[in-house]
């Protein structure tokens, strides 16, 4: 074979390899980018919508109720001590049973805000990834938060069909994880049941 042959033969291997590795990584990309608009849709789409939860956080563990609902999240901590937080985008209240206490607050300055903008802040994952492991599909977020503190979010769904079953936040070293069961759709809230009221004045 002579060496014009043979360089025009490894021409078109390369060429038909490199267009099938451009093929598999484009496929990936769309696949990649449809995962990400059918989480976003599903997230976006638990409007009266409950669930049960375990949280962990490395420490201790706690168990509630997470409801979600129009425009507002609610938040039940049955143990081990029983607490209610309600939080919208930029204003939030925490009630101790117990100690019968009340604060009202702005949720971007603790903790708490990543349950808001998790289940209620369509926007917050856009610049997010997804990726696929065995049956399970994990949306993840990076990003700092208002007081300039690292923080990682992954939200962990059972895939065909997509059910939700997990939220991560790593702030710095700080470890927290929801586990999600029981889960309820089409629930039909009282008109109060989301109020940035003291629950002893609902009665």
Known sequence: MRVKDMFLKNEKYLFNL???IFFLSF???VFSKNSKHEV???????K??????LQNDGANLSEGKVYIGNKRVRAEYFSPTKIL???????AMYYNYELEEDE????KNTNAWFFYDVFRNP???EDGIVEIKNNELILEKKGVDNDDRSFLIRVYFENNPLILRAVEVIFNDEFLKLSIYN???NENFDRDFFKLINPKFLN
């Open 27 to 29: 496929s990936e990309v």
């Open 123 to 125: 926007i917050f994952f």
């Open 18 to 20: 490199l267009l099938i």
């Open 85 to 91: 937080i309600i939080l919208d985008e930029d204003k």
């Open 40 to 46: 976003l849709n599903h997230l976006n789409s638990l």
């Open 183 to 185: 889960h309820s759709y």
């Open 104 to 107: 009202f607050f702005n949720p």
């Open 48 to 53: 009266y919508f409950s669930a049960s939860f």
